[in-house]
């Protein structure tokens, strides 16, 4: 019970809040963009999609733990919609059969996410993102980049957003 309520208890402190956004960009990495096949990045979540409804259930709980880790922070209700809404096309377009599992390496719900939690950490001062990111490189040298503008479209598309 001690290891839930270490990693599953509101942050207090800033190591707190650096060590849980540290594990959900974690998270968004090993299931968005972990492997290299040609010049496409994918991840576990796409290689898994492939196992027809049981792969696309797996990645829909590991992302509605992002989501959930995300929640620790104390996000506003909204901001959890849009990060539900990401997970939900995601969700939803890995059902189809290969067409859908192929689209599903291109959308990376859980970057989206995680450049949607890091804006919010940014403007309430929270974690100091680009330091985090400067000094916990990823494995694979790529940092996701903050949004531009704080208000975009549903699910974090559209005019606006710059995500990987």
């Known amino acids: 019970m001690e290891y839930f309520y270490k990693f599953h208890s509101q942050p207090q402190t800033e190591k ?10 974690k998270i ?13 990045k994918v991840g576990f979540e796409a290689l898994v999609g492939f196992i027809p409804v049981i792969g ?3 990645g829909l709980v590991a992302s509605l733990y992002q989501v959930y880790l995300c929640h620790l922070f104390g996000i506003p209700f909204y901001i959890l ?9 995601d969700f939803v377009v890995g059902l189809v059969p290969t067409v859908g599992d192929i689209l599903d390496a291109f959308y990376k719900s859980n970057s989206y996410n995680l450049n949607i939690l890091s804006s919010w ?3 309430n001062q929270l974690v100091d993102v680009e330091r985090y990111n400067r000094e916990h ?7 996701p ?14 005019r606006g957003s710059s995500y990987h």
């Open 137 to 143: 490189p990823l494995g694979n040298g790529t940092e």
């Open 28 to 40: 968004a990495y090993w299931l968005d963009s972990y492997f290299h096949i040609g010049s496409v």
């Open 145 to 158: 980049g903050p949004r531009t503008r704080s208000k975009t479209r549903a699910a974090g598309v559209g």
């Open 16 to 25: 707190e809040r650096e060590a849980l956004y540290g594990r959900v960009r």
């Open 56 to 58: 696309d259930f797996l």
């Open 81 to 89: 919609l849009r990060m539900l809404a990401n997970v939900l096309i």
């Open 121 to 123: 950490l940014i403007e």
